[in-house]
């Protein structure tokens, strides 16, 4: 029952801000992280943003000074604010959700992602 679901992508021009919602439903475990990853057309899945558990963030080097990411522990929701956005950020942005029961390994969930497009 496990659901992460998206929001806030679109179509924006060049030097515009968006923010992206995650918001996560039917975890019962602890999360112990969460992030956002992108994929661009023919390349490969990176991290975008990531946030642990005591508010550690870790962020590409691409996007550094750009994009800020936060959570509500309450609410089990990740945003991530993107502002001056480039070209090069155009791509599909998936939430994702590391949780860990106790006794048991750890496992990630994934939302279906959401489309962010940056027009020159």
């Known amino acids: 029952q496990v659901q992460l679901v998206e929001s806030g992508g679109g179509l924006v021009q060049a030097g515009s801000s968006l923010n992206l919602s995650c918001a996560a439903s039917?975890?019962?475990?602890?999360?112990?992280?969460m992030g956002w990853y992108r994929q661009a057309p023919g390349k490969q899945r990176e991290l975008v943003a990531l946030?642990?558990?005591?508010?550690?963030?870790n962020y590409a080097d691409s996007v550094k000074g750009r994009f800020t990411i936060s959570r509500d522990n309450v609410k089990n929701t990740v945003n991530l604010q993107m502002s001056s956005l480039k070209p090069e950020d155009t791509g599909v942005y998936y939430c994702?959700?590391?949780?860990?029961?106790?006794?048991?390994?750890?496992?990630?969930?994934w939302g279906q992602g959401t489309q962010v497009t940056v027009s020159s």
């Open positions: 946030i642990i558990s005591g508010g550690t963030t």
């Open positions: 994702n959700v590391e949780v860990q029961a106790q006794w048991r390994p750890k496992a990630n969930y």
């Open positions: 039917g975890i019962i475990f602890r999360i112990t992280a």
